[in-house]
């Protein structure tokens, strides 16, 4: 019985520039794996996102490739997608938390615990989520123009 549906993407590179210092050409040190949960369309739906680790050849540090986070958050179970779908139901559409939760569950499949949501909203409106998850609609003044 195979009642989800799962991806997988591969950010897997053999070389990175380091995040911290700027050095290039920082070699690769090991593979990550994630597990998302993502928005399912008739069945839950897992992305699996395999990427390559680096460790910067000047100062040491060993950090993911980039890329690999265009899908979540650091440490995150769940999508940006899963994020931004509830965060305009909770937000931008005043739902309730019971209520997202629910149409969460039914039109996407995707289980996601209330108190979970309700860090992201307060992780949210403290901006911590600046240039990763935006929200199209009119909010407040930190609205993005980006099609302007
Ligand atoms: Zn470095």
């Known amino acids: 019985m195979n009642r ?3 991806v997988e993407v591969q950010y897997i590179k053999k070389y990175a520039i380091c995040p911290k210092c700027g050095a290039k050409r ?3 040190h090991s593979i990550g794996r994630r597990r998302l949960r993502d928005l399912g369309q008739e069945k839950p739906l897992i ?3 395999i990427y390559s680790k680096h460790k910067c050849k000047e100062c040491k540090w060993i950090f993911s490739n980039p890329k690999s986070e265009i899908f979540a958050i650091k440490r995150g179970r ?3 997608s899963v994020m931004r779908e509830a965060l305009k ?3 931008e559409c005043g739902m309730t938390y019971e209520k997202t939760k629910q149409h969460l569950l039914k039109n996407y499949h995707v289980k ?4 979970t949501m309700n860090d992201w909203v307060i992780n949210f409106e403290a901006e911590k989520y600046k240039g990763t998850i935006s929200l199209e609609a009119r909010y407040g003044s930190t609205k993005k123009k980006e099609f302007v």
């Open 4 to 6: 989800t549906r799962e």
């Open 47 to 49: 992305c699996r996102v």
């Open 26 to 28: 920082c070699g690769r």
């Open 89 to 91: 139901c909770l937000i």
């Open 78 to 80: 769940f999508t940006l």
């Open 112 to 115: 996601v615990p209330i108190p």
